[in-house]
């Protein structure tokens, strides 16, 4: 098999808190956004064993689905180049048809080689029908189907390998939480001891119910309240809050995921929610193309951008 997924580049990251008034807690962020130059974070442990599974089954194409800046379209279609696929990206949103050259993500994945096919938001909501499916391999032939996101069973897989190197004295280990996939990875590979705490990008904590198709342990919770309205919602009290981090650790957080949580455990840890001395570990898990996207959006709005 291609070396591609062989790459590993990533380190564990002692935050010194005592600018932010907290010196008996330690916290590390574990950068699993430089894992590789591309295809970061959990989208690169997601698709590892997904794209191993579709080598050697004897698949040539790869077809997933996603929206305007989606980390997740990026990644396949760069991981696709590399590894020899034909990719192919369901965009939802039909009006973005004739944009692909003012979307940086939408740009790139056209770059590597991506087939761009674009669908109204109705059509897109049938994504996962069987009919909606059979149509497409109809249109495009036979494909290995990637689900939007990437969570399924070798995704799982895949994301629990995110512990390997982290200390099993570890107290709690914190995560965005998108689909879920990536956190169930990390619940199955966890240890009883450990807590992991998921910040949903998203309103709601639904994500616990795809959580449990994977694993009986219930040493997790998820919480929205860092949600900041919803996916993909920001305001300038974060786009401070993280080019404050970054700044001061010299660590690029994205807007729509590890910013959220990243402020949410440090809103956390004033409330007095970990335990004292608790050595807590955060997962950075990339997503970091879709900020030169979110700045176009913040400069229309006269927001600050993200430095």
């Known amino acids: 098999m291609n070396t591609f997924f062989d790459f590993k580049n990533r380190s564990l990251v002692n935050i010194s808190l005592s600018s932010f008034g907290m010196?008996?807690?330690?916290?590390?962020?574990?950068?699993?956004?430089?894992?590789?130059?591309?295809?970061?974070?959990?989208?690169?442990?997601?698709?590892?064993?997904?794209?191993?599974?579709?080598?050697?089954?004897?698949?040539?194409?790869?077809?997933?689905?996603?929206?305007?800046?989606?980390?997740?379209?990026?990644?396949?279609?760069?991981?696709?180049?590399?590894?020899?696929?034909?990719?192919i990206g369901i965009i939802r949103g039909e009006e973005l048809e004739g944009k692909i050259s003012e979307n940086p993500t939408l740009t790139f994945a056209a770059t590597c080689g991506m087939q761009l096919h674009f669908i109204s938001r109705d059509s897109y909501k049938c994504k996962d029908q069987l009919e909606f499916i059979n149509n497409l391999k109809e249109k495009f032939g036979d494909f290995y189907l990637l689900p939007e996101g990437g969570?399924?069973?070798?995704?799982?897989?895949?994301?629990?390998?995110?512990?390997?190197?982290?200390?099993?004295?570890?107290?709690?280990?914190?995560?965005?939480?998108?689909?879920?996939?990536?956190?169930?990875?990390?619940?199955?590979?966890?240890?009883?001891?450990?807590?992991?705490?998921?910040?949903?990008?998203?309103?709601?904590?639904?994500?616990?119910?795809?959580?449990?198709?994977?694993?009986?342990?219930?040493?997790?919770?998820?919480?929205?309240?860092?949600?900041?309205?919803?996916?993909?919602?920001?305001?300038?009290?974060?786009?401070?809050?993280?080019?404050?981090?970054?700044?001061e650790t010299n660590i690029p957080l994205d807007p729509v995921y590890t910013g959220k949580m990243m402020y949410g455990i440090m809103d956390l840890l004033k409330k007095g929610h970990f335990k004292e001395n608790s050595r807590i570990f955060a997962v950075h898990t990339g997503g970091l193309q879709g900020m030169a996207g979110m700045n176009q959006k913040l400069k229309k709005k006269n927001l600050p951008i993200i430095e």
């Not at 914190?174 to 807590?195: D, R």
């Open 151 to 247: 969570t399924n069973a070798l995704a799982v897989k895949g994301c629990e390998e995110i512990l390997e190197d982290i200390p099993e004295s570890a107290d709690y280990i914190c995560v965005p939480v998108g689909t879920g996939g990536t956190m169930a990875g990390l619940v199955k590979a966890s240890n009883k001891t450990q807590h992991i705490l998921g910040f949903s990008a998203l309103k709601g904590i639904f994500q616990s119910r795809e959580i449990e198709k994977y694993t009986l342990k219930s040493n997790f919770s998820i919480t929205d309240e860092y949600s900041f309205g919803g996916y993909g919602k920001i305001d300038a009290d974060l786009i401070r809050f993280m080019n404050k981090f970054k700044k």
């Open 23 to 87: 010196d008996s807690f330690s916290l590390y962020v574990v950068r699993e956004d430089m894992l590789h130059p591309f295809v970061s974070g959990n989208k690169f442990r997601k698709l590892k064993y997904n794209i191993q599974f579709a080598e050697i089954n004897g698949y040539e194409t790869l077809l997933t689905f996603g929206g305007a800046f989606s980390n997740h379209i990026a990644a396949v279609a760069v991981a696709g180049k590399e590894m020899g696929f034909h990719t």
